[in-house]
């Protein structure tokens, strides 16, 4: 007998603790069953029994829209006429007292779309299945289940009226762990969470899980109040546990009395998705007037203003017009988004008193989103004076305190108590942000190479950081490690430096090397251009930029510098855009904003790439980027300016990104050891820095006889008949590329430290993928397959760089000299010929041109001309072969070929799926509406792999 608990009895354990949670259990086979019991429940919700067309005009209004639409389906009313006549508001959920709802519990309900699927727990409330769980047995990968969703989604979910597209939340467990997340077809298993106590500490065991977050009224209360409708995307996101605790003690301290508090969560954990939370839950309260959530205009980009003014119409004017602020103030509007400057100067001149007499006594609470900025304070002091009924709230990664004060109030002093804490080593312990990895070069040394104290005012350091010659250097490390660093351009990083004169000085000099052909990355960036300031590297500190250039004094040598350098960018990427006023500066820095945060977008296309941001300040407070994963530093930072700039590159985004890159030119370890320990604690600094590279190196080696262990050599790797041995070889192979992608971030990264030669590494890889690509197949027959779940991380292994071009490129030097007279140089031909099949074996995007590559090496090559160019010669051979796959596609799927020419060429510009109006146009015999979604489906599959096959991964030919 098993020594493990399977996954059956996994399944009656939670079942059965579920039914003592109260809910009813219900054998519900098959679609018909679950309908049937809908209709009961619903009539049951809503005290009515509804007809068979009653219930058929129910399921038709149901069945309409994608996920995103249906979540607001379900918490909307539908008004249903009734036989007779008469209309009756049909209510799906009830979101207001969400304990009064109907609670069930089914399993194993059988669908049937492209596959038949049994899914193992579903939770009904009112009929409807809003919560999954997917089961695991113990001691399998946790993200087996997760992969076993998204095929759901893919297979099923959508079949057989779609009601399973109204699941709100996912939970999966393999009984020892438990997780959940919300239905977002395209989440990444890192955006799925562990439920923890108010103290943080994890709750991963399914029982204890079942017992407080699938206990009836908190789910309900999760699913009505916590989860996010994200008008921009078009996705359904749910709060984590330490955001849930934030928004309930703010509601809490709301509704018993007036006093403030503030939510320290570190920079990375979401804060300001708890903060429009908490703002739209208090304004649910009718004990209060109005929620002002306050933000630096930094911070209020093209995104939030969106996302605020779809949840409520009107609340945040994107302009500088303080009259309008005014307006809402003074008027009916409940929410109001403002910027702090706004606010300040509305509270602060003496013409709007007037028009804000009204809202002056009334009950107003204030959300300030980033809190520990530096205007805080003056506006503290301005609204206490100014409303008699304020109440305060502030959010901040980074408090202030007496340490960190430099002169300012503490947070402590502005807000009083802590409401809530979520530090960094609690985010990294969930995973919800990286680790940092932190590289020190360039530091300021004697002679005799001991380190000078850079604070010392004897020495003449800023002549130093500022010498054009060290400039220089610096940008000649960055263009030879910014590959390494950036996964070859796959993100973006920011250079920040300590002032406007040394940010010009470093753009010149990469503009110049550029010029010059030293490299080819994509440099851009923005300052405030004001007189200097004292000392803007004194304090460490980083100061708050102001993006209001129309009242500000002009050092018009420093705005014609940007203004050059913009024409640089407009140049770069075919935009308009000016810093000449105000209006033009902040407009350039919104579209620097959005460049970034969309590269992690799925229709993000390579020529929209920004590969450098040089800043001083701007960018390195409140600004969310997924695809920035380095951060280079030549300017004196400390305390909360430290944490903040470090934490711009610590986004959790897939495998790829392990950890968040930091490179300092100066020597800034004591000032890191010295932020951690007050924004954590001394014993942190271990788990928020990432161990040197020595450890990772033998963590690598140890891995690699591990693997060897399992299969002594690539060839081995076909002796592992069992699915079980296969699994072990995996998952050996991807701790393996795990570790290697970490080590190659490192400067002093060296292929010769590693127990494996190259070659041999590259063979195994190719055995891995092997196994990939036959247990990948989506076959009807696979479900059982333990290997099948498993997440490959082929991201982990794909080198850009391998491209058709370099393959040509090597095939015509084993062309020039495979008839040498030299013995030597005969066998050199043949060993690249062996580079080129190894390569089409390992290199996973060129995988699917494998076979048509060989045909030309092997039917063609030989009866080339002599005087042809191997280029040309694979060129004409490439066009053919993608013509005969054009007209072979368009016979078997009876599709008009110019119709089809017409949606790849569509593709090519926008980067999007084809439209499934588009492909039904193109067919020439129209599928029956029940065949049409398959038909549509396989087509676009077909279009995605004739482009992935002829057109990408190509190079330079």
């Known amino acids: 007998m098993a020594d493990y608990q399977s996954e059956a009895q996994l399944e009656a354990g939670l079942v059965k603790r579920l039914t003592g949670l109260g809910y009813a259990p219900v054998k519900l086979p098959d679609m018909p069953a679950l309908h049937a019991n809908l209709r009961a429940q619903l009539g ?104 076993q969703i998204n095929r759901y989604q893919r297979h099923s979910y959508w079949a057989e009226s779609a009601l399973f597209q109204y699941v709100q939340l996912f939970v999966i467990s393999n009984g020892v762990n438990t997780k959940y997340y919300a239905n977002n077809r395209n989440q990444d298993f890192k955006q799925t969470f562990f439920w923890a106590k108010e103290d943080n500490a994890l709750v991963t065991q399914l029982d204890a899980f079942a017992d407080v977050f699938l206990e009836k009224c908190h789910v ?67 004990k209060v007037d109005k929620v002002v959530f306050v933000v630096d205009r930094a911070d209020l980009d093209y995104q939030t203003t969106k996302e605020f003014n779809h949840f409520s119409d009107g609340s945040v004017d994107g302009t500088d017009n303080t009259k309008a602020l005014v307006d809402q103030l003074g008027g009916d509007t409940k929410l109001i988004v403002t910027t702090i400057q706004k606010l300040n100067t509305a509270i602060s001149r003496d013409r709007y008193e007037g028009p804000l007499q009204a809202v002056k006594d009334q009950r107003v609470v204030f959300i300030f989103d980033e809190c520990h900025r530096s205007q805080f304070g003056d506006t503290h002091k301005r609204i206490v004076q100014f409303f008699s009924k304020a109440q305060m709230f502030g959010f901040t990664g980074t408090p202030i305190f007496a340490d960190n004060a430099v002169g300012k109030r503490t947070t402590k002093d502005l807000f009083a108590e802590c409401l809530h804490k979520y530090v960094i080593t609690d985010a990294i312990a969930d ?45 000649d490390w960055i263009i030879q490690n910014h590959d390494r660093k950036t996964h070859n351009k796959q993100f973006s990083a920011m250079v920040c430096v300590s002032s406007v004169d040394a940010l010009i000085a470093y753009y010149e000099t990469f503009r110049r090397k550029k010029e010059a052909g030293e490299h080819h990355l994509r440099v851009a960036t923005i300052f405030t251009y004001g007189p200097n300031e004292a000392d803007p590297d004194a304090d460490g500190l980083i100061g708050d930029p102001d993006l209001n250039m129309a009242d500000a004094p002009v050092d018009v040598h420093k705005r014609d510098r940007l203004e050059s350098f913009v024409a640089d960018y407009n140049a770069m990427y075919q935009t308009k855009e000016t810093v000449k006023d105000s209006a033009g500066f902040y407009t350039y820095y919104n579209h620097l904003s959005k460049r970034l945060k969309e590269r992690d977008r799925k229709d993000a296309l390579d020529k929209d790439r920004l590969d450098i941001l040089l800043v001083v300040n701007m960018f ?53 050891d010295q932020a951690i320990t007050l924004f954590s604690n001394k014993e942190a600094i271990e788990t928020i820095l990432m161990a040197p590279y020595g450890d990772y190196l033998d963590r690598f080696n140890l891995a690699v006889a591990a693997l060897k262990n399992i299969a002594a050599d690539p060839d081995s790797v076909d002796d592992l008949k069992s699915e079980e041995d296969q699994l072990a070889f995996v998952q050996a192979f991807r701790d393996l590329i795990r570790l290697r992608n970490i080590l190659n971030s490192f400067t002093e990264y060296d292929a010769g430290d590693l127990d494996i030669e190259p070659q041999v590494f590259e063979d195994y890889k190719s055995k891995y993928l092997d196994i990939h690509d036959k247990t990948k197949a989506d076959k009807a027959d696979d479900a059982a397959s333990i290997i099948n779940e498993v997440d490959f991380e082929l991201e982990l292994i794909q080198r850009d760089e ?116 588009d492909i039904v146009d193109a067919l020439t015999t129209k599928p029956k509406i029940l065949e049409r979604k398959s038909v549509v489906e396989r087509i676009a599959a077909k279009l995605l792999g004739l482009v992935a096959t002829f057109d990408e991964g190509l190079g330079s030919l």
């Open 44 to 147: 049951r919700h809503n005290g009515v029994t509804l007809s068979d067309a009653e219930f058929a005009k129910v399921l038709n209004h149901l069945d309409k829209g994608n996920v995103f639409e249906k979540a607001k389906t379900l918490r909307g009313r539908m008004q249903l006429t009734r036989d007779d006549g008469t209309p009756l508001y049909l209510q799906f959920l009830n979101t207001q007292e969400w304990c009064q709802n109907q609670y069930q519990v089914t399993t194993q309900v059988t669908v049937t779309g492209h596959h038949k699927t049994r899914f193992d727990v579903t939770l009904l409330v009112n009929g409807l299945p809003l919560v999954q769980i997917e089961l695991k047995r113990r001691g399998v990968e946790l993200k087996e289940a997760f992969n």
């Open 220 to 286: 309900s209360k999760m699913i009505s109040k916590y989860i996010v409708l994200h008008e921009s995307d078009k996705i359904l996101m749910v709060l984590r546990p330490y955001q849930y605790y934030a928004v309930e003690a703010i509601d809490a301290r709301v509704k018993v009395g007036r006093k403030n508090g503030y939510i320290w969560h570190t920079t990375g954990s979401g804060k300001t998705l708890t903060s429009f939370k908490a703002a739209q839950v208090l304004i649910e309260n009718p």
């Open 431 to 475: 995973e919800n942000v990286l680790r940092f990895s932190v590289e020190y070069w360039g530091k300021l040394k004697r002679k005799d190479g001991s380190l000078i104290d850079e604070d010392v005012p004897a020495i003449n350091v800023k002549e130093f950081f500022d010498n054009p010659d060290r400039i220089d250097g610096v940008v």
């Open 620 to 672: 390195l407070t409140g600004f969310d980027a997924k695809k920035l994963n380095t951060l280079y530093v030549d300017k004196n930072l400390k305390y909360h300016g430290l944490i903040q700039a470090f934490s711009r590159t610590n986004r959790i985004l897939g495998q790829l990104k392990s950890q968040g890159n930091i490179v300092c030119f100066r020597n800034l370890k004591p000032n890191t």
């Open 802 to 917: 391998i491209n058709v071009a370099y393959i040509l490129v090597l095939l015509a030097d084993a062309l020039a000299d495979q008839d040498s007279l030299d013995p030597i140089i005969r066998d050199a031909s043949k060993a690249k010929k062996k580079m080129v099949f190894d390569l089409l074996g390992s290199e996973r995007h060129l995988r699917s041109k494998r076979d048509l590559i060989e045909k030309f090496i092997e039917q063609h090559m030989p009866v080339m001309p002599a005087d042809q160019a191997i280029t040309d010669a694979f060129n004409d051979f490439w066009d053919a072969e993608k013509s005969d796959a054009i007209v072979a596609i368009c016979t078997t799927e009876k599709l008009d070929p110019s119709a089809f020419k017409k949606m790849i060429e569509k593709y090519h510009f926008s980067g999007k799926k084809p439209l499934q109006g």
